[in-house]
T-cell receptor, first 116, second 111 residues
């Protein structure tokens, strides 16, 4: 089934450890995004990429990095995890025209991360 | 930066009652999208509004985009238990790549 795959589904991590959340899509979408979802705060954009080879910072980028080596993959890395990064992380993708995305976002199932 | 406010944060309704959630942006939007997230699930796209004053319907759901393209609403007629979930609006400014989400309205339907 076409869509977005995230891994891991759930992870408990000690503070200070490095963690990479994986995201792969098979829809050949140009644009990809990482959001975090926290109770009462909705979905906040961490980083985005409008095409392979380019990335941009969203609303809450500090403590996170991304790469976009190819169209399908968009991993999110926490270099040194802190408890405030405990959250549910959603990867998403969309079609785009030029620099501006015009289509709907397709979300993965999410990765629940707990940092102790 | 751009802010998207959504109210109410929570809404409890009796099955069969109507429900409305409102979304307001601090800036003019090029388009607005609505998503539904079931408990434990991921957001799923419902609709996109692009034109000033646009109204779209999906069965019992009615979506409106304000004339100034700064506000939007989602109205559900005669709620059912299957409508339970959190509804998010998400707006995009003209010339911007980012989609800014409201904090969502969590709908509970009492059978």
């Amino acid at each position: 089934i076409a869509g977005i795959t995230q891994a891991p589904t759930s992870q408990i991590l000690a503070a200070g450890r490095r963690m990479t959340l994986r995201c792969t899509q098979d829809m050949r979408h140009n644009a990809m995004y990482w959001y975090r979802q926290d109770l009462g705060l909705g979905l906040r954009l961490i980083h985005y990429s409008n095409t392979a080879g380019t990335t941009g910072k969203g609303e809450v980028p500090d403590g996170y990095s991304v790469s976009r080596a190819n169209t399908d993959d968009f991993p999110l890395t926490l270099a040194s995890a802190v408890p405030s990064q405990t959250s549910v992380y959603f990867c998403a993708s969309s079609e785009s025209e030029g620099r501006i995305g015009t289509g709907e976002l397709f979300f993965g199932e999410g990765s629940r991360l707990t940092v102790l | 930066g751009q802010q998207v406010m959504q109210i109410p944060q929570y809404q409890h309704v009796q099955e069969g009652e109507d429900f409305t959630t409102y979304c307001n942006s601090s800036t003019t939007l090029s388009n607005i999208q609505w998503y539904k997230q079931r408990p434990g699930g991921h957001p799923v796209f419902l609709i996109q509004l692009v034109k000033s004053g646009e109204v779209k319907k999906q069965k019992r759901l009615t979506f409106q985009f304000g004339e100034a393209k700064k506000n939007s609403s989602l109205h559900i007629t005669a709620t059912q238990t299957t409508d339970v979930g959190t509804y998010f609006c998400a707006g995009r400014r003209a010339g911007s790549y980012q989609l800014t989400f409201g904090k969502g309205t969590k709908l509970s339907v009492i059978p």
